[in-house]
């Protein structure tokens, strides 16, 4: 290898690795959900706190924007590497202090106000870091081969996904699963520091982007990049084309095939956590190279078709795909050793309580194909009749067996090649559509209302599709009523498949793509 590939695939590297840990950052917070819920949140329902977890999540996307703004103007003033090294430690520190947050239980409010707080600094890290990152690596890159040096930044988001739920494996199955849940999912928070620390020492040597180093030694960079993007009619009409053609679609799909599918296998199939981490990264580590090699298709056939094609195939497909998910661990669809069936029941005294008493109903099943249930409920008993008692809280675990696993992990596997094709070539084609002295501003608000916004409220909104729908089968059964969904649980699928469905139009139509119309 040459020094000059030598070089680049050092600028690739270092910068990929930086942005991977960004990620981590930010999605160890959503791969800890379900222990979030009952740390951070009233744990009096704890399908709210779910959901409360879930909406500050999601606040962390919201703000991306603001952050893409933001820093998307220093790093047109200032330079790219100067940018992306501030929001690197602003990331890592947000997330090392969230893991030192005390629980709801010992300052009660506080405790998810703090959360919410450093969720909206980690949304901000994160605005200003792909942006960055993206448009850095792109301007060292050849334009022959822009589509796959930058995939090499597209893999970040997975594989930052997939270390976050390795890190949480580890640390579960070392500590212990009582331990972890009662403080060990700490560990994966705090971690962040040293990987932050780590790489600020390998940015810090990284040299400025030579597109943006010439173009401010020759004067030519924008005086006000936020004006020239968003406030000229003509480069604002490809900051929406990019919006509502390519990112919107692409953020949907994102999350559909990453994050919901995994909130989907914990919440709604109920599989075990530990299962369910496994199937995800078993997926994750299948799927990653088509990053590339989807990007790397797009230089020679281009970035619209291949990122076009992936939004339709997710749209044809979820519902097909979803149903064969809930299938293979319904309950309904096996055979129960009713032999085995065991039904324990402790009553003890509520928490805090003289008189109030706490039933704890367990229930475990077993079936011909190895599969296991597990159903814990708890009823608190109030000695005052008069008061409303608390809902009762019902937990579900079902450990599936290998092939069943191997099933999931196919349906996974697939989720995750479209989300190759729509993401794999994406930072080239945003990149490629605006010019240099503008371009961190103008790719970064697109990229982060499309993946932050409409993406990253994604798992919330989902969640409470299905969940509505299975509230309104629940009244309807208990009134006596006939039931007319009788997929409640695909519900959620209707959000990204209308949202990839206009992006899919709008990109069809009007987008056109020159990949050296900005060099």
Known sequence: MSEKKQSLAYIIGASSVGTLIEWYDFYIFGSLATVIATKFFPPDNPTAAFLSTLATFAA???VRPFGALFFGRLGDLIGRKYTFMVTLILMGGATFLIGCIPSYE????????????LR???GLALGGEYGGAATYVAEHSPAEKRGFWTSWIQ??????LFVSLLVIMVTRNTLGTEAFNDWGWRIPFWVSLIMVGVSFIIRRNMHESPLFAKAKAEGKTSANPLKESFGNKYNFKFVLLALFGATMGQ???????????????????????????????????????FFVIFASLSDKIGRKGIMLAGMLLAIICYRPIFEKIYQTTNLKNKEEIVANTKVEVKRALASGSEVDSLITTTTTKEFTDGTKYKEVKKVTILADASKEAPKPDVKKITTINNSD????????FILLLF????????????VEMFPTRIRYSSMSLPYHIGNGVFGGLMPAIATYLATRAKDINDAAEKAGEAIVNTQPYLEGLWYPIILAGVSFVI?????????NAND
């Open 60 to 62: 962390g996307f919201v």
């Open 106 to 117: 010992t300052i009660g409010f506080f405790a998810p106000l703090l959360v919410l707080l």
């Open 120 to 122: 909206f600094l980690q």
């Open 155 to 160: 893999t970040t988001a997975t594989i930052g």
């Open 251 to 289: 953020g949907v799909v994102w999350y559909t095939g990453q994050f919901y599918a995994l909130s989907f296998l914990q919440k709604i199939c109920n599989v075990d956590d530990n299962q369910v981490n496994v199937i995800i990264a078993l997926g994750l580590l299948l799927g990653t190279p």
């Open 405 to 412: 696993r191997n099933t999931l992990v196919l349906m996974v």
């Open 419 to 430: 989300v190759t094709m729509a993401y794999g070539p994406i930072a080239a084609f945003l």
């Open 507 to 515: 990109g069809l139509l009007y987008i056109k793509e020159d990949k």
